[in-house]
């Protein structure tokens, strides 16, 4: 007995069939981002605008307590 995917006609049913869900749902992805796609794009630009100093603030202060540490491990000899 052939496997059931060997059968031309189911194959090509089954990707037609997938084929089909495929465009429904990119239609309704489209749909969804014509509605309001700006909003969230300008409320993560906004985000990174505001977050972005306090990360880079935390970024020079784990460096300077590693360079602190470090400094501190090679004057005890580790």
Same mark, same amino acid.
């Given at each position: 007995m052939d496997?059931?995917?060997?059968?031309?006609?189911?194959?090509?049913?089954?990707?037609d069939?997938q !084929?089909?869900? !495929?465009e429904?749902m990119?239609?309704?992805?489209?749909?969804?981002a014509?509605k309001g =796609?700006?909003f969230?794009?300008l409320?993560?630009i906004g985000?990174v605008?505001?977050?972005k100093?306090f990360?880079?603030?935390?970024?020079?202060?784990?460096?300077?307590? #590693? =360079?602190? #540490?470090?400094?501190?491990?090679?004057a005890f =000899?580790?």
């Open positions: 496997h059931p995917w060997q059968d031309d006609r189911r194959h090509f049913a089954a990707m069939a !084929n089909r869900l !495929n429904e990119a239609e309704s992805d489209r749909a969804e014509k =796609g700006g969230g794009y409320l993560f985000a605008i505001f977050f100093p990360v880079e603030y935390c970024i020079d202060l784990y460096n300077t307590l #590693a =360079g602190y #540490a470090h400094n501190l491990a090679t =000899g580790f």
